[in-house]
């Protein structure tokens, strides 16, 4: 069987894990019982023993047409299959807030339904747990089936007759217009079966609930101007991303999905990013979603409360707050068409990266400005905190870019930490918190002076990657962003008319696509090429947006590129991090980074385009 591509998978979950399920109707991804546990069903990772749970109808593939679509405003996804003799459809989600008794805490939805003429369908459910490296028993009991590993025991509860095969089940069955039938995934304890199964009435009930919660949560979400959909499908992916119990948001539900098919950089993103917090501070809040961004905020002041004991902080954390995510190779899985190693952890945890204390503080000032007023004994950590960077700032690091080929002076990380220093300093003024006013005045005006300095290329009349090089890279549109610079400025804007170029010109654009980074001029320890960065081309709107205040051309410019960037959407709306050079999903999928900023573009290029000409 075929990897399908990344860009054929939809995301389902429930605030505590996420599958990808296929337009094919296979979940091929799959965590219990949170993000970052490890996998029940991996062939996304390796498609022989990766494991899948697979409803299709049981029909020669050329006869069959999939179409796949969200039940609108929720998180509910609906594969439709269409043949000459009928039209089927899979509807998959997770119950959010179960009351049902006797049911288990998570669940797994999947409604098969005909509702036209008739279908045969196939089920096949062969997991493999701990990303297939624990055995397991099957039990096929009276309503389903149990599978029991040594950690973990999963019930999967129908009324269709199992077959056992191998490890896994598989069941064959044919649906005539308007029957439906139900198989629900559940954890359950030793010896307790397979799990309640649900009623024909009770699924119907249970799907209704399920929609009436995401329709409730999004109708809090204030955004009303152009492409009002697209930014409410990204909302909707981020609150999939959110663990709930603590507020923080993943990277990514997903890991070791190459962002070069073949390639090394395939990475664990289901953790924390501390340099996500300003960016989803920023955008959850500017569209009225107050109580994720408070959620958020209350996992980022517990990591403020933990800090290093010289006051630095990890660039990113566990969704529990765990502070060691050691990274080891899975190398008896072949990875996603054969991209290897299949990592999980993430080294890069340990790395420095200077820049997150800018982003931190912002999402602090921001918050306190737009959210709620933040508390003493959180001001005492965030002076630690800038202790630790007044005497580190000028050091180099490996940048926002993790690059593991050794430290350099990113202009990147000097820029953040100018925005360290200008927000703190602002907060203390606003609050009147005590503050070491004079030294942090003091390192926000050196580092401003030495970007200016040695952050320029006189030579090609740009700012650059690092002091002493004459490569661009795409984390430089920040700067008006965080006004540092302002958007006509004409530093930036000859920085900005340099990005815009090919990448044959010097440039980073690829027909409205931005790269991060020249890679041929940063040797950042792979050998790899690499796709273009989606959220550099929300970035790149942002700054041209900005930009139009002072050149119309570039107010529609950015527009233009705004709307030929969300085509490279999946069919549902959703990005992973990189677009591919033939317009292919790369790299880990769906990515909280790239709709964070869709959603700041989209709120900063509607607000410049005024309320003229809105469509």
């Not at 089940?169 to 799990?195: K, N, P």
């Amino acid at each position: 069987m075929p990897y399908q591509p990344i860009e054929n998978y939809g995301l389902i979950g429930d605030m505590h894990t996420a599958a990808l399920v296929g337009i094919d109707g296979s979940i091929d991804w799959y965590c219990f019982p949170h993000f970052d546990s490890p996998s029940v069903f991996a062939a996304i990772l390796d498609d022989r023993i990766g494991g899948r749970f697979k409803i299709a109808p049981a029909e020669p593939s050329e006869k069959i047409r999939p179409r796949q679509a969200y039940w609108p405003d929720t998180n509910i996804l609906v594969t439709r299959f269409y043949s000459p003799d009928g039209v089927g459809e899979v509807t998959d989600y997770m119950p959010v807030d179960l009351d049902w008794e006797g049911h288990g805490t998570h669940q797994l939805v999947r409604r098969v339904r005909v509702v036209r003429g008739s279908m045969p369908f196939r089920m096949e459910c062969r997991p493999a747990f701990n990303y297939a490296r624990d055995e397991h028993r099957t039990h096929l009991l009276p309503g389903g089936v149990c599978f029991e590993s040594p950690l973990l025991t999963l019930g999967l509860a129908t009324a269709v007759p199992l077959t056992p095969d191998g490890k896994g089940v598989i069941a064959e069955f044919r649906l005539r217009e308007e029957e439906s039938v139900t198989f629900l995934l559940q954890d359950t304890e030793l010896g307790q079966g397979c799990g309640i199964g649900l009623s024909e009435k009770e699924a119907t009930a249970l799907f209704k609930k399920t929609v009436d919660y995401w329709r409730r949560w999004l109708s809090k979400c204030t955004y009303s101007g152009r492409w009002r959909e697209t930014v409410h499908r990204s909302a909707l992916a981020l609150k999939l991303m959110t663990f709930r119990p603590t507020g923080a948001i993943v990277a990514a539900p997903s890991c070791s999905l190459p962002e070069v098919i073949g390639g090394k950089r395939n990475w664990d993103y289901r953790y924390t990013w501390i340099r996500d917090a300003a960016f989803t501070l920023y955008a959850l809040m500017r569209i009225g979603l107050t109580e994720e961004a408070t959620a958020f905020m209350g996992w980022v002041e517990a990591r403020c409360a933990e800090l290093k004991p010289d006051g630095s902080l990890q660039i990113m954390y566990g969704i529990d707050g765990r502070h060691h995510l050691i990274e080891e190779h899975l190398d008896h899985l072949e990875g996603y068409r054969g991209s290897r190693p299949v990592r999980i952890g993430n080294g890069a945890y340990n790395q420095i990266q200077l820049d997150i204390y800018g982003e931190l503080m912002d999402s602090v000032y921001l918050y306190n400005k737009y959210g709620a007023p933040i508390s003493y004994d959180f001001w005492r950590s965030l002076c630690r905190l800038m202790d630790y960077l007044a005497e580190n700032w000028d050091q180099p690091d490996e940048g926002i870019w993790e690059v593991r080929a050794g430290r350099y002076h990113f202009v990147y990380s000097k820029l953040m930490s100018w925005v360290a220093f200008d927000r703190a300093h602002r907060l203390a003024e606003k609050r009147s918190f005590p503050a070491d006013r004079l030294r942090w005045l003091t390192c926000r005006d050196t580092i401003y002076q030495e970007i200016m300095t040695r952050g320029w290329n006189e030579k090609r009349q740009t700012f650059v990657q690092y002091y002493g090089g004459e490569s661009l890279d795409a984390a430089l549109l920040m700067m008006p962003l965080v006004f540092f610079t302002s958007p006509d400025d004409p530093r930036i804007r000859k920085t900005l008319d340099a990005i815009l170029k090919s990448p044959e010109e010097g440039g980073l654009v690829s027909n409205s696509l931005v790269y991060r980074y020249n890679i041929r001029d940063l040797p950042d320890g792979f050998d790899d090429v690499e796709g273009t960065f989606n959220i550099c081309t929300f970035w790149l709107v942002e700054a041209m947006a900005r930009a139009g205040r002072f050149d119309p051309k570039k107010l529609d410019s950015a527009r233009l590129i705004f709307e030929q960037m969300l085509g490279y959407a999946n069919h549902l709306g959703l990005y992973a991090e990189e677009t591919g050079p033939v317009g292919e999903a790369l790299g880990n999928f769906p990515q909280a980074f790239t709709h964070l900023g869709l959603i700041s573009a989209a709120f900063n290029l509607d607000r410049a385009l005024g309320s003229a000409d809105r469509s």
